[in-house]
């Protein structure tokens, strides 16, 4: 069922990127794709496919076993990061959502990043085929959980704060709450990981299928608006009308 589930997540982010493939040159819906892009990464990066074709190669290289783990919890703070920066943009003028994003979030991951990747080095844990139902048997790895549970919930969260001001317009309600709502997934994949670790339950399927359900819902939240957008503009005679969701 996870393989089932993992495949059905990577074709609705290709499909999502399909769809938006003339967005990377807009600053106004390049970070959105960017956010779906990433999500797929961690998604192919933490499945037992990756473990298992590329986790030797990276270990050879940097002498540590699943290091493809790390960098697809990197890749999914990025693209929490980059659905922030999304919406900021649309919450004010450029100088002011800049400057927001700096403090908020650019510098939580610059502090984070490399104490979350220091951790890492120094749990030195052995070959995991999965690493979310690995036993925690060292304090560094139970620290390694720890901050990342830390990053990814104020970056999920912090998203959901934004898409709740988002939402208000009532052309990006719909997409607003297709992204709270995959925001919600991440916090709950988050938090079901980092209780099962610390608690020495060894689940895999319930992070799987709240990862899994939140990477689609952005997928397809932005697919969606981006079909509106270019509706919109096909016909440009037509009102733009409550839920058109032209705005994000």
Known sequence: MMSALIIVTLAAVFYSLWVRRDT?????????SLNIALQGCAVLLM?????????????????????????????????????IDHGLARLGDH???RRIFRRHIATPLWL????????????????????????VSTTLFGAYWIVLGVLLTYLFGYAARVMLIVRKDPRSTVTAN?????????????V?????????????????LCACLGAIGFSYGSARSWHAKVAWFKDSSRATLPGDDAAI
Request: charged letters at 10%; aromatic letters at 12%; glycine letters at 8%.
């Open 47 to 83: 499945s037992p496919w990756a473990s298992a074709t590329l986790g030797p190669t990276l270990h050879q290289i940097f002498g540590r076993w699943n290091v493809e783990d790390l960098l697809g919890d990197i890749c999914l703070m990025v693209a929490a990061a980059a659905i």
């Open 95 to 97: 100088f002011q959502w």
């Open 178 to 190: 297709l992204y709270l709502i995959s925001a919600a997934f991440g916090v709950a994949a988050t």
């Open 24 to 32: 990377w040159g807009s600053r106004w819906e390049a970070d959105a």
């Open 192 to 208: 079901i990981q980092v209780t099962t670790a610390e608690a020495g339950i060894d689940i895999t399927l319930p992070v799987w």
């Open 112 to 135: 984070g990043i490399p104490v979350l990747v220091a951790v890492f080095i120094a749990a030195d844990e052995g070959y995991h085929p999965d690493l979310f139902p690995a036993h």
